[in-house]
């Protein structure tokens, strides 16, 4: 009986040949294979970043608040969570090479359903799609590198790898607020669609299947409570003080929903702990570097992901910066980690892996520090020298940080590894731009009451301050003087809440400074010893 051949064997036996690169045996085809990961993670990740520039317009466009226009983002990064953990049973059981395919073409229809969207629920479903796919590619990328690449070779091949995040990274908000600006929003949605093609082109042609023989069981009451715990509780986050909710914290609807989720992440942790094959495996947290590095990045990532969604929103509103201009600051910083990363993973071959994130947890929390004493007033020197200092340390944390918490993982268990630690950093980002937008709401309604306290209608003050205002609107506008004063009062109102925000923003940046600096704390307890990695060797 002759031997069918599927189409992608067909293209590699009459297009390439057995001996060409792209063959498993061929030296080269590893880091084709590399390069066909990065291009989807490039993807994936920039969807994570460039829709922050945009969201001002987003905003304008369907009318809405920041409490829901929030889910325009933590929408793709939930789904991308969720999908995380899920992705790896599916790879082992239907292979790794058909899961990333359809991760990349549902990537690619959710990109173009996102730019066809003509309300903001649309939007949001279509963002939910689009993570989802995102959440296939990120996992499997990783760990199809990590399988393809020896141990000697796995540093230099993450930190290449990283590149393709780093790149997001720094054009990601670029091409955001570029297309933004000279076409329309919808555009930084449908830009991913003749790159998906691409990929999904190399993907047939290079990659080579492979099929764990140890298939898992579907852990359903894992995938259940998950699903329900995950997005309950970045919703109650999220609508604690939405401008739709009177009651608060308090309201009944919040408190069932933490309830709820408080249940439901009662009900996955016994059965993870539990079940013979879990969805995803805590066990593996009980490894020691694995456990600790991936609390330190659950840290690490509320305060990167969150500063990338207040930083944009600070240069538009409060600066006047376009949206172009707001994503040009994000160049420099994915390129200075795309060069920062592979030096750091090559550093954590040779030498105490330590020190690079020590280094990097240091520069994080300082390039922190620098946001909170943001202002009006704030120099672009200013905001760049933070953004520079951001990137090195992003760069030489990274890298070492997720060597060494796969270090004395076995190579069987790195589809479930990876699929753990991606879900730990995505909820790390969901969560924090759920915290620091409430958080930013709440010290928002702080500052305004406390400047609205400090001004009294009969302080001499105010009324100088006013009368200033006056006369002013009315040599330069020529208003009459009772529609002067009153112009000269709202422009000082709304000096007053543009000044408001400023401080919610320095006190969100104040709170990520602070969550790095003790995310680092950890680090000590890492074992980096050489002999341990000559072992694992």
């Not at 608040?65 to 599916?90: F, N, R």
């Not at 930190?159 to 570029?178: K, Q, T």
């Not at 699903?227 to 608060?248: D, E, I, K, M, R």
């Not at 172009?324 to 994000?330: C, D, E, I, L, N």
Request: charged share 10%.
């Amino acid at each position: 009986m002759r031997r069918r051949l599927s189409p992608s064997h067909i293209i590699r036996s009459t297009v390439r040949g057995r001996d060409s690169a792209f063959h498993p045996r061929h030296t080269g085809y590893k880091w084709f294979l590399l390069a066909n990961v990065m291009l989807g993670t490039f993807m994936a990740v920039l969807d994570s970043t460039i829709v922050n520039v945009g969201l001002p317009k987003i905003m304008a466009s369907f009318g809405v608040g920041l409490d829901k226009a929030e889910w325009v983002i933590t929408a793709y990064m939930l789904a991308m969570a969720v999908m995380l953990p899920t992705s790896g049973w599916m790879a082992d059981r239907f292979g790794y090479k058909r899961m990333y395919f359809w991760g990349l073409f549902l990537f690619t229809v959710g990109s173009l359903l996102c730019g066809l969207s003509t309300d903001e629920n649309t939007l949001i479903i279509s963002r939910v799609i689009q993570g989802l796919g995102a959440g296939t590619l990120q996992p499997l990328g990783m760990a199809i590198i990590t399988r393809e690449f020896p141990p000697s070779q796995r540093g230099i091949a993450l930190g290449f790898w990283s590149i393709s995040a780093a790149a997001s990274v720094s054009f990601g908000p670029l091409i955001g607020g570029f297309l933004v600006d000279n076409f329309n929003w919808q555009l930084m949605f449908g830009v991913n669609v003749p790159i998906g093609i691409v990929a999904l082109m190399a993907t047939i042609i290079i990659q080579r299947e492979y099929i764990n023989k140890k298939i898992r069981k579907f852990d359903l009451v894992g995938f259940l409570s998950v699903v329900t715990f995950l997005p309950l509780t970045l919703y109650a986050l999220s609508q604690g003080n939405a401008a739709t909710n009177s009651a608060g914290w308090s309201a009944p609807y919040i408190l069932i929903c933490f309830g709820i989720a408080a249940i439901a992440l009662a009900v996955f942790i016994t059965a993870e702990l539990t079940v013979k094959e879990p969805l995803i495996d805590l066990r593996l947290l009980k490894d020691h570097n694995f456990g600790l590095a991936n609390l330190i990045m659950l840290i690490f990532s509320i305060g990167m992901f969150g500063s990338t969604f207040l930083m944009p929103m600070y240069l538009q509103n409060s600066l006047g910066y376009t949206a172009v201009q707001a994503g040009s600051v994000f160049l420099p910083v994915g390129i200075i980690q795309g060069f920062m990363a592979p030096l750091s993973g090559r550093l954590a071959d040779k030498f105490n892996p330590k020190i690079p994130i020590i280094l990097g947890i240091l520069l994080l929390g300082f390039s922190f520090m620098l946001n909170t004493k943001l202002s009006y007033l704030t120099e672009h020197h200013a905001i760049m020298l933070s953004l520079y200092i951001r990137g090195l340390a992003m760069g030489m944390l990274f890298t070492p940080l997720s060597t060494v918490s796969l270090l004395q993982i076995p190579r069987e268990k790195m589809a479930q590894a990876s699929g753990l630690a991606n879900t730990i950093r995505q909820l790390g980002g969901s969560l924090g731009i759920a915290i620091l937008a409430t958080l930013l709401s709440t010290r928002v309604a702080y500052h305004s009451q406390m400047y609205g306290q400090a001004i009294q209608a009969t302080s001499p003050m105010y009324r100088t301050t006013v009368i200033q205002l006056q006369h002013n609107i009315e040599h330069q506008a020529g208003s009459a003087p009772s529609m002067a004063q009153k112009q000269g009062q709202a422009v000082l109102m709304s000096n007053l809440n543009k000044q408001a925000f400023i401080e919610g923003i320095d006190d969100d940046f104040m709170f990520a400074a602070i969550a790095s600096l003790v995310g680092g704390i950890p680090i000590i307890f890492l074992r980096t010893k050489k002999k341990q990695k000559k072992t694992k060797e």
